[in-house]
């Protein structure tokens, strides 16, 4: 089993930053790709950006590519997302998620799940 925690959501003006941490406990020797996923009202759950955590090979959606950053510390086991230039179209709950499959930006690669946390862009 993995566990996962975000922090770091809050509440910021369009074009502000923020950055989200996810600490990861347990069984973290088996992650081979870490991601984090968003979900806005009414929408469904979004891929954002991934990272192999071994490797480092990164992964972006098109609409946050250029301004999203997302990166580990693995003697920490923590995994970061660093959002710069943010939109309200970036106003979500983004979840943080471990597991081991191939395809990083699909939900059903992933096993564990953070419990999330908020993101507000004003405008």
């Known amino acids: 089993q993995v566990q996962l925690v975000e922090s770091g959501g809050g509440l910021v003006q369009a074009g502000g930053s923020l950055r989200l941490s996810c600490a990861a406990s347990g069984r973290t020797s088996s992650m081979y790709t870490m991601g984090w996923f968003r979900q806005a009202p009414g929408k469904e759950r979004e891929f954002v950006a991934a990272?192999?955590?071994?490797?480092?090979?990164?992964y972006y959606s098109d609409s946050v590519k250029g301004r999203f950053t997302i990166s580990t510390d693995n003697a920490k086991n923590t995994l970061y997302l660093q959002m710069n230039s943010l939109k309200f179209e970036d106003t979500a709950v983004y979840y943080c998620a471990a597991g081991w499959g191939l395809v990083p930006s699909a939900r059903s690669e992933y096993a564990y799940w953070g419990q999330g946390t908020q993101v507000t862009v004003s405008s």
């Open positions: 990272i192999r955590w071994s490797g480092g090979t990164t």
